[in-house]
Antibody, heavy 125, light 110 residues
């Protein structure tokens, strides 16, 4: 079974850029069968989708974060990454990477079958 | 405020059945596939239901999903104490062009 693993700094200063990487345990990142997302969850609160990427086309971002988010991939390393700029305390959360299966027949692409364990990021000076 | 509305909490006795509702609109639940997730404290969410009513391999048939209009429902039968968790619904919102989630429902098995 494929595994996803988030990594990156656990502490980021306000106004700086949060950078996380998700390492995929197999080479499915370059497969057209999946969409790859970042999702976050502040302590004690619900889930918030940040954005996603696919093997082709432009990444898609949550409109509420679009001006600050960049998602990209390095398929040679089986990794995709998240950059969130100009962070504030409101960006403090557990960040998850997740994989959604893409069903060409039905168009389904938004159910997250595989999740990373999550990584806690705190924004503080 | 979440785009999708879930009750903050539900409860039922062991062995009983419980339903968790997820209310949205025509731009999300009404015209897109719905998924449901189970989350225990300190762990990542786990997919229970996808595409409204499909269960991934390994998910028992005690868990079911349905949709009526702009609302979706997760049903759990034969409740067990191990089902105590937070449950989230999620779907695509065509107006926002974003995946949206409900605020989550805490299930207590009394």
């Amino acid at each position: 079974q494929v595994q996803l693993q988030e990594s990156g700094p656990g502490l980021v200063k306000p106004s700086q850029t949060l950078s996380l990487t998700c390492t995929v345990s197999d080479d499915s990142l370059s497969s057209g069968s999946y969409y790859w997302s970042w999702i976050r969850q502040p302590a004690g609160k619900g889930l918030e989708w940040i954005g996603r990427m696919y093997t082709s086309g432009s990444p898609k971002y949550n409109p509420s974060l679009k001006s600050r988010v960049t998602i990209s991939a390095d398929t040679s390393k089986n990794q995709f990454s998240l950059k969130l700029s100009s962070v504030t305390a409101a960006d403090t959360a557990v960040y998850y990477c997740a994989r959604a299966n893409y069903d060409v027949l039905t168009g389904s692409r938004n159910a997250f079958h595989i999740w990373g364990q999550g990584t806690m990021v705190t924004v503080s000076s | 405020q979440s785009v999708l509305t879930q009750p903050p909490s539900v409860s039922a006795a062991p062995g009983q059945k419980v339903t968790i509702s997820c209310s949205g609109s025509s731009s999300n639940i009404g015209n897109n596939y719905v998924s449901w997730y189970q989350q225990f404290p300190g762990t990542a969410p786990k997919l229970l239901i996808y595409d409204i009513n499909n269960r991934p391999s390994g998910i028992p048939d005690r868990f079911s999903g349905s949709r009526s209009g702009t609302s979706a429902t997760l049903g759990i039968t034969g409740l067990q104490t191990g089902d105590e968790a937070d449950y989230y619904c999620g779907t695509w919102d065509s107006s926002l062009s974003a995946v949206v989630f409900g605020g989550g429902t805490k299930l207590t098995v009394l």
